[in-house]
């Protein structure tokens, strides 16, 4: 059941997410060129809903930096991990393909190819590895830190012990969780278009890889490992960070 929420909950932040980016960058859509701050609303707005969704069955990692975090620390099981992460993978490329269905007529509308693979996954400003990969970590770090942060205002931590599913039981959690993933869009999101999910931006790509779009470019494949591994390091800093320094008791 756990597998199947992760799957749930990823496709969810998908479709919504990569959605408002649809919406705001592809040709003739109403909400064409609405700009930043509606992207980052509806990215903060996508993880909301998803954690409401599945949050209580299977804690809405809905993010392998999160799931990696975690064991690393103890607080999830490594056998549960592949699993998980398999799960969050193909969720990320089903919501990208029902993003794709959402907007079909649209494809063969929009000449930019670069704004058609913007909706499906990221890429930085200014194309610098160093750069992008440190700007990654950090926004990912935030991230991981800011949710342990809110489990533990909540009551959801104690012992040292993180347990998000009980986290995500209380009725407000999940909107913190989402004005958390809004903040960290605004402050940190220009450099690289925030990932901060490794399967956020792996499966998108992949579905943009896969898909018949009309006029695409190619997927930018040499970028990839960017916003696949710095997550994944982000991640497992701010949960050491957290059990090292005592903040969750």
Known sequence: MEYLAEF??????????????????LDKSKAQNSGWIVIALGWGM?????????????GAHINPAVTLGLASIGDFPW??????IAAQLAGAVVGAALVYLAYLPHWGET?????KLAAFSTSPAIRNPVANFTTEVIGTFVLVLGILGIGANAGAIGGGQIDLAALFSTGFAPLLVGLLVLSVGLSLGGPTGYAINPARDLGPRIAHTLLPIPGKRDSDWSYAWIPVAAPIVGGVLAALVWRLTGFGG
């Open 79 to 84: 056998t549960m991990v592949p699993g998980y």
């Open 46 to 58: 996508a993880v909301m809903v998803a954690v409401y969704v599945v949050g209580q069955i299977s």
């Open 111 to 115: 000449e930019d190819a670069d704004a």
């Open 8 to 25: 749930i909950g990823t496709g969810i932040l998908i479709l919504l997410g990569n959605g408002v980016v649809a919406g705001v960058l």
